[in-house]
């Protein structure tokens, strides 16, 4: 079964630190370009970050760039969001997902991870 | 950063009625667009992509059409799973890939 889990979410004070994780199975991973989405609290689907296969490429939401790291291990088929400096709009569920590389144009997310809670509050 | 608009913000339909939801982007983007449906609790699902074609196993009751600006996802005959919110996203900019703000489906 194509999966992917997330954890690492939490309660984290502002200015602090967190990471989450992504753990795929079921597909190739490291043939997949990855993303990161997020949704506050009632809120709409926000893009967050995107990651090639082999780490040469990675794009940020401007709200993000400098704070937040993506990156991935591919032998252990694992996308990482390293998450610095966060602030109580930071707080969301972090969706993984996975871009489907087969498909006439680029960046359409075909498998979702089921999402982790992060909070960020004093 | 291209802006996606979606309307209604909210719509209250019944089974078995047909039902188009509308997403404008602030410029022209080909075809560069993909709806999801999102239901409480859950993560969002791809639906449509390419503005048009349908997501693998996804029920023929949804169709998506338009090209430029202007697009529109139609559910031809609601069902009871179908009552969730509905998400376009752009795909055709450099980074971000900025999402609609939803569009929320509610039983009459």
């Known amino acids: 079964e194509v999966q992917l889990v997330e954890s690492g979410g939490g309660l984290v004070q502002p200015g602090g630190s967190l990471r989450l994780s992504c753990a795929a199975s079921?597909?190739?991973?490291?043939?997949?370009?990855m993303h990161w989405v997020r949704q506050a609290p009632g809120k709409g689907l926000v893009w967050v970050a995107r990651i090639n296969n082999d780490e040469s490429t990675v794009n940020y939401v401007d709200s993000v760039k400098g704070r937040f790291t993506i990156s991935r291990d591919n032998a252990k088929n694992t996308l990482y969001l390293q998450m610095n400096s966060l602030r109580a709009e930071d707080t969301a569920v972090y969706y993984c997902a996975r871009e489907s590389g087969t498909y006439p144009i680029p960046d359409v997310l075909d498998i979702w991870g089921q999402g982790t809670a992060v909070t960020i509050s004093s | 950063d291209i802006q996606m608009t979606q309307s209604p913000s909210s719509l209250s339909a019944s089974v078995g009625d047909r039902v188009t939801i509308t997403c404008r982007a602030s410029?022209?983007?080909?075809?560069?667009l993909n709806w999801y449906q999102q239901k409480p609790g859950r993560a969002p699902k791809l639906l449509i992509y390419a503005a048009s074609s349908l997501h693998s196993g996804v029920p023929s009751r949804f169709s998506g059409s338009g090209s430029g600006t202007d697009f529109t996802l139609t559910i031809s005959s609601l069902q009871p799973e179908d009552f969730a919110t509905y998400y376009c996203?752009?795909?055709?900019?450099?980074?971000?890939?900025?999402f609609g703000q939803g569009t929320k489906l509610e039983i009459k």
């Open positions: 996203q752009q795909t055709y900019s450099s980074p971000p890939k900025t």
């Open positions: 410029q022209s983007i080909s075809n560069y």
């Open positions: 079921g597909f190739t991973f490291k043939s997949y370009w």
